[in-house]
């Protein structure tokens, strides 16, 4: 990227917020922009304060990709459609904006999130100098407004914002919370596949110790008689709880039900679906009781 002198930048600097096209414009000096990078194995987060507005602020929580968002100290926007572009910057004559689409917009201190592809598109523009620009109205009376971020002292603060990334965990909470482990071959035992989904449920477990209830509900299909497949449950979830247990959850933590085939997920007619329906449901918690919703009374972990 070709960089501005430091007159262009002066002279830059200078121009006022107001923009005779679009009303109002937020934007931060340039001699005053400035990254920030925040973050843990939950979540990395690159923002740029805005002078008067907020902030603009990727984020990228585990298990997904990056979105973009804006940050409102006050409520400035109105509801509905903002277009967001990756602008080109005002020291790069004869490049043109590139539209992203729109975002739509809501209340509240973060009034929307861009969807993924428009979120790594921006960052992208960012590395090619451009800014992520808004382009809406106010709340009252439905003047143009707009909210720009600048690309200047990205590189350095973008390192550091995918070194972060690279400590996030394979999954959030939202996506670990429910899961299930199958028993296609019909059997009690755990296959590769079923250890390698609960080996990153354990690994979330170890990363988030206030997650302190796991739930394990054990099913079957309908292949045998009513007793038979509700043992078959029991030793299925008993399987999944010895393999928690082993890899350092305590017993205590562990609450194990087993259904029989009461509760399949498919209609079991045929091998494919019953194969689906073999399985134990997994719930974590962190709630100091999970709450039943089967008629089922729990069966102690111990």
Not at 141 to 154: A, C, D, T, W
Not at 186 to 207: N, S
Not at 242 to 249: C, D, F, P, S, T
Request: charged content about 25%.
């Amino acid at each position: 990227m070709r960089q501005p002198t430091l007159a262009l930048l002066s002279l830059l600097a200078s121009l006022p917020l107001c923009l005779p096209a679009w009303g109002i414009s937020f934007q931060t000096r340039l001699e005053k922009v400035e990254w920030q990078v925040e973050g843990d194995q939950f979540e990395c987060r690159l923002s740029q304060p805005v002078t008067d507005f907020g902030a603009g602020e990727f984020v990228r929580r585990a298990g997904e990709q990056v979105t973009f968002r804006l940050q409102a100290r006050e409520r400035w926007l109105g509801t509905g459609s903002a277009l967001l572009l990756a602008a080109a910057a005002p020291w790069q004559p004869g490049r043109g904006d590139i539209n992203l689409g729109v975002v739509t917009v809501g209340a509240g201190e973060v009034p929307f999130n861009s969807t993924e592809e428009q979120g790594a598109r921006l960052l992208t523009g960012l590395l090619e100098g451009r800014s992520p620009l808004v382009r809406h109205r106010t709340q009252h009376g439905g003047e143009g407004l707009e909210v720009r971020l600048l690309p200047v002292k990205f590189r350095k603060a973008y390192d550091d914002y995918l070194g972060c990334t690279a400590k996030l965990l394979p999954v959030n909470f939202d996506q670990v919370r429910q899961s299930s482990v199958g028993f296609p071959g019909g059997g009690v035992d755990l296959d590769p596949q079923a250890k390698a989904k609960l080996d990153i449920v354990l690994t979330f477990l170890k990363a988030d110790p206030s997650v302190n209830r796991i739930q394990l509900d054990g099913h079957a299909d309908n292949s045998g008689n009513r007793l038979t497949n509700r043992d078959l449950s029991r030793r299925r979830a008993q399987a999944v709880m010895e393999y928690l247990k082993a890899n350092g959850v305590p017993a205590e933590n562990i609450t194990m039900r087993f259904h029989g085939e009461r509760y399949p997920l498919v209609r079991n007619n045929s091998e494919a679906n019953r194969a689906k329906n073999r399985r134990v449901s997994i719930l974590l918690d962190r709630a100091p009781e999970v709450q039943s919703t089967a008629p089922d009374a729990p069966v102690p972990s111990s």
